[in-house]
Nanobody, 116 residues
Framework: QVQLVESGGGVVQAGGSLRLSCVASTNIRSFKSMGWFRQAPGKQRESVAAITSGGSRNYVDSVKGRFTISRDSAENTVYLQMNSLKPEDTAVYYC??????????WGQGTQVTVSS
């Protein structure tokens, strides 16, 4: 079982920035893709950003141009740089890893709160 540990959440004013980190217990090169999901109260969990083993990145439309996903394979860490934060970005953010057999692992989540 892969362990994923997120950090970096917090409370920030609208327009501010946060950087989330996700450290994996194993070599992230073994994953087909890694990404970030979020879930706001009363809403379904949605994919925010993902990066494949080949380095391709994709984002949900609402964060394009503001969020950037990146990885450091040497540190087994995936990051989510979040700029120009909006109140609607408030959610619990979860790290996700998908292996070659399409099995998913999840972190425990980190709360991001953006005040207006």
């Amino acid at each position: 079982q892969v362990q994923l540990v997120e950090s970096g959440g917090g409370v920030v004013q609208a327009g501010g920035s946060l950087r989330l980190s996700c450290v994996a217990s194993t070599n992230i090169r073994s994953f087909k893709s890694m990404g970030w999901f979020r879930q706001a109260p009363g809403k379904q969990r949605e994919s925010v950003a993902a990066i494949t083993s080949g380095g391709s990145r994709n984002y949900v439309d609402s964060v394009k141009g503001r969020f950037t996903i990146s990885r450091d394979s040497a540190e087994n860490t995936v990051y989510l740089q979040m700029n120009s934060l909006k109140p609607e970005d408030t959610a619990v953010y979860y790290c996700n890893a998908e292996d070659l057999w399409y099995r998913r692992s999840w972190g425990q989540g980190t709360q991001v709160t953006v005040s207006s």
